[in-house]
């Protein structure tokens, strides 16, 4: 069973639709996709309905904002397992995404660095949950 899926540096792939199909059959607890230019949005779709996901890392990849928060909410509302979450170098990344990023009930990790478009609103609810290892770095206009 394959559990843990890392690609990096990937700009596009011909068969998406098979790399979709493949992760909705999937039962992957953890997932790290790092500065793929890819369109992301139909992959996170995919994995919000993957019940065993664990571990989301997104660091640097294309992504659109409405992609990012319609991943998160659904594993919010769902319940899900999520516990660790890594974003990095993405200005998709707002303060609505903290939010629902921030509402998933088992969350014991996130990483942020590099994310101009958070603001200590929206880093608040994270950095007060003493259950939540944080690591924020360069995101040089926060104040907390």
Partial sequence: MLSFFH?????????????????RHSSLRAN???QCGCNMDTILG????VDA?????????LVTSEALN???EPLVKQGS?????G????????????????????L??????????????GVQPLHSNKQITKQIFGCDQLTI
């Fill in 53 to 61: 996901l664990r571990h989301i890392d997104l660091s640097g990849c």
């Fill in 70 to 72: 319609g991943f998160f």
């Fill in 46 to 49: 995919t994995l919000a309905g």
């Fill in 7 to 23: 690609m990096e540096n990937l700009g596009d792939f011909e068969d998406q639709d098979g790399f979709v199909d493949l992760l």
């Fill in 87 to 106: 974003l990095q170098a993405q200005d998709e990344v707002t303060d609505v995404t903290l939010h629902h990023i921030g509402g998933l009930n088992h």
């Fill in 108 to 121: 014991k990790s996130v990483s942020l660095s590099y994310l101009d478009n958070i603001m200590n609103d």
């Fill in 81 to 85: 397992m999520v516990n660790k979450v």
């Fill in 32 to 34: 790290r996709f790092y």
